[in-house]
């Protein structure tokens, strides 16, 4: 069975940083692209960032570009969400996804964590 | 930027069929992707590829692409559908992934 389960939230100040893990389970994990995903309480969904299987590429959302870092650790089937520079903005819950590619440039979210909430605030 | 736009809002009555609408504004026009959403929940996806449909998901759930809209079927809504539904698809370079703003389903 494939789990995905977040940790690292909570509050966190403007400008402030938070690293948020993914560990996952139930498959394997250095064979998938993975992603972030979150949503600002009662808004919709927002990709974030994926990374490849291998951490060869990844690409991120305009709005967390040079803020945000997404990395994985294949040894212990982890994903990561460096955070900086925090803005009010970024409160969210943020989901863990595992990618399916069924096509060069397609991407979909087959599997998705129960999501940690970030809240930034002073 | 690649956007794509989703109603608001459906509304129907069980057993009716409720139909959700995703435009891209953009060509060529990437496949789509379906997910259902329920409060508290994390989202669970419901079709892929357009019209293809998981293991697991009724067959009730069905989707359709016509130019660049694409539409989630719902046949003989029950009211374990209400909840909210996004489409998502990504831009042509494979390098940004788009959700719609997705649709509040209710079932009357």
């Known amino acids: 069975e494939v789990q995905l389960v977040e940790s690292g939230g909570g509050l966190v100040q403007p400008g402030g940083s938070l690293r948020l893990s993914c560990a996952a389970s139930g498959f394997t994990f250095s064979s998938y692209w993975m992603s972030w995903v979150r949503q600002a309480p009662g808004k919709g969904l927002e990709w974030v960032a994926n990374?490849?299987?291998?951490?060869?590429?990844?690409y991120y959302v305009d709005s967390v570009k040079g803020r945000f870092t997404i990395s994985r650790d294949n040894a212990k089937n982890s994903l990561y969400l460096q955070m900086n520079s925090l803005r009010a903005e970024d409160t969210a819950v943020y989901y863990c996804a595992l990618v399916v590619v069924p096509a060069a440039t397609e991407y979909y979210f087959d599997y998705w964590g129960q999501g940690t909430l970030v809240t930034v605030s002073s | 930027s690649y956007e794509l736009t989703q109603p608001p809002s459906v509304s129907v009555s069980p057993g009716q069929t409720a139909r959700i609408t995703c435009s891209a504004d953009a060509l060529p026009k990437q496949y789509a992707y379906w997910y259902q959403q329920k409060p508290g929940q994390a989202p669970v996806l419901v079709i892929y590829?357009?019209?293809e449909r998981p293991s697991g998901i009724p067959e009730r759930f069905s989707g359709s692409s016509s130019g660049t809209t694409v539409t989630l079927t719902i046949s003989g809504v029950q009211a374990e559908d209400e909840a909210d539904y996004y489409c998502q698809s990504a831009d042509s370079s494979g390098t940004f992934v788009v959700f719609g703003g997705g649709t509040k389903l209710t079932v009357l």
């Open positions: 990374i490849k299987q291998d951490g060869s590429e990844k």
């Open positions: 590829k357009d019209s």
